[in-house]
């Protein structure tokens, strides 16, 4: 995860009387960390770091007030060019088009229904049940604040959690406007669609074409230093099943040898057929989340002359059959209707 954030959440923590210097000390870190605004932190780091602050505010309700305020520094550049787009939708798409210079995984997916629009947090596994509620509540508040960006006084349509009610549960009351539920299936917020169209008040083309190209010059060298597997995978899903590349197309994208790339995925313990094989059931789970979109025309779309041999790809990639994963889908998600484009539903 970025830097930025363990700066925000210093940031925040003079705001409620919690030293810069105190927090460093206490959470390990030097002065000059923060100000390299390019480094990452193990994902595990920072919620250990998280979990230090938390103990220092006193306040077990610090995580629903962090993520109500979550901004500028914390997120920079991508704060500032979702509040410099059209509107709301483009500003999401501009968050899931750049989320990775926050974090490597996103932490959410978002489904968009016939009138509403869900945003489920993602559970964090091999953590303690404290940094489950406090990764819940960031993630929840910070999602209202920002559709509250764009239209003030907006209200969700339903809030959940999948953990238990805290004894401090009035102030999600407080915080949502309205009863909370608990020990839900999922952590969720849940919006009217329509909300989808309101402009920015700070809607400004040129400054959000600025921020952009920078965003993807910092996405650029973030993933020079990404994992090649990685790198392999997102090039074949961006290229999709259409239009398989082989591992010489590959190679020519990242710019080095067939050679050099063999060479890089075994050092990582990858050959590219696995990683080939992850990518398509990737694309596939995709073309089969789609409600609209049968099988039959799935297993076209992936290159497939029929459904039987596309039904036994899939069950090689995923250990199950596409109609196994279609029925959980629709029993997990209740029918979403499609994906906001850019952004990473759990796969």
């Known amino acids: 995860m970025s830097i930025r954030v ?5 940031e925040e923590l003079e705001q409620v009387g919690v030293s810069r210097m105190r927090f460093l000390r ?4 030097e002065a000059g960390q923060l100000a390299a605004t390019e480094a990452r932190l193990p994902r595990s780091a920072i919620y250990r770091i998280c979990e230090v602050a938390l103990g220092l505010t006193g306040n077990p309700a610090f995580g629903l007030h ?16 979702i509040a410099h787009s059209a509107s709301l939708r483009a500003g999401l798409e501009a968050l899931g088009r ?7 995984a996103p932490g959410y997916e978002l489904l968009e229904h016939d009138d509403t629009v869900t945003v489920r947090c993602q559970r964090v596994t091999g953590e303690s049940s404290l940094m489950q509620r406090f990764t819940a509540e960031v993630v929840a508040t910070s999602f209202v604040s920002l559709v509250r960006s764009f239209v003030a006084h907006a209200r969700p349509q339903r809030v959940s959690f999948d953990h238990p009610a805290p004894a401090y549960r009035s102030e999600y009351a407080r915080v949502f406007e309205q009863a909370v539920r608990f020990e839900q299936p999922f952590t969720e917020i849940v919006f009217d669609r329509a909300l989808l169209s309101a402009p920015s008040p700070h ?4 400054v959000h074409e600025a921020l952009r190209a920078f965003a993807e010059r910092s996405i650029m060298r973030l993933a020079q230093h990404a994992p090649n597997a990685l790198r392999v995978r997102d090039v074949l ?7 398989r590349m082989d591992m010489e197309a590959v190679a020519r994208a990242l710019g080095m040898s067939v050679r050099s790339l063999r060479r890089r995925l075994a050092s990582e313990g990858k050959s590219f057929h696995e990683v080939e094989s992850d990518a398509l059931a990737t694309v596939a789970k995709r073309l089969l989340r789609d409600q609209q979109r049968t099988i039959q025309e799935t297993a076209y779309e992936m290159g497939f002359s029929d459904t ?11 250990g199950t059959t596409p109609s196994a994963y279609q ?9 979403p209707r499609n994906e906001m484009p850019g952004w990473k539903v759990g796969s």
């Not at 809607?203 to 040129?206: F, L, M, P, S, Y």
């Not at 039987?308 to 995923?318: L, N």
């Open 6 to 10: 363990v700066r925000g959440l210093a």
């Open 26 to 29: 206490a959470a390990g870190l």
């Open 66 to 81: 962090w993520g109500g305020r979550l901004q500028g520094s914390a997120f920079n550049p991508v704060s500032h060019l």
């Open 98 to 104: 750049f989320v990775q210079l926050i974090s490597d």
């Open 203 to 206: 809607e400004d083309e040129g």
């Open 237 to 243: 899903v961006q290229q999709g099943a259409a239009q």
């Open 308 to 318: 039987t041999t596309f039904h036994r790809a899939f069950k090689r990639w995923t």
């Open 327 to 335: 029925d959980r889908r629709t029993r997990s998600f209740c029918g």
